[in-house]
């Protein structure tokens, strides 16, 4: 499995979520198998979250694409995305 570890900036988290959540094909249709989402304990519009893909060529794959950057662009993202691309590199128990 391969990720992308996105940090972003919204201006209103609920309206973003619901922009993110209704375009769930979307992100499929670029080999996206899942996402979790995380907000930071002291501003709710700072966002963290994990983009799950069989292989980083597909992830690389869907940031390319204009169609999922203008769809970044009309989510109420402030400003660009980090992305990053990262590797499950295994689990601990504690």
């Known amino acids: 499995m391969a990720f992308l570890l996105c940090h972003l900036k919204c201006e209103d ?3 973003w979520r619901a922009f993110f959540d209704a375009h769930n094909e979307l992100r499929q249709s670029a080999g996206s198998k899942g996402a979790h989402i995380f907000q930071t304990a002291a501003d709710p519009n700072e966002v963290w979250l994990t983009l799950t ?3 980083q060529a597909s992830a690389q794959g869907m940031m390319e694409r204009e169609d ?3 769809a970044i662009k ?3 993202v402030i ?3 980090e992305v990053h691309p990262i590797e499950d590199a295994g689990r601990n128990p504690a």
């Open 13 to 15: 988290y609920t309206n």
């Open 74 to 76: 009309d989510s109420g």
């Open 79 to 81: 400003g660009d995305v």
């Open 68 to 70: 999922v950057r203008q």
């Open 53 to 55: 893909f069989e292989d």
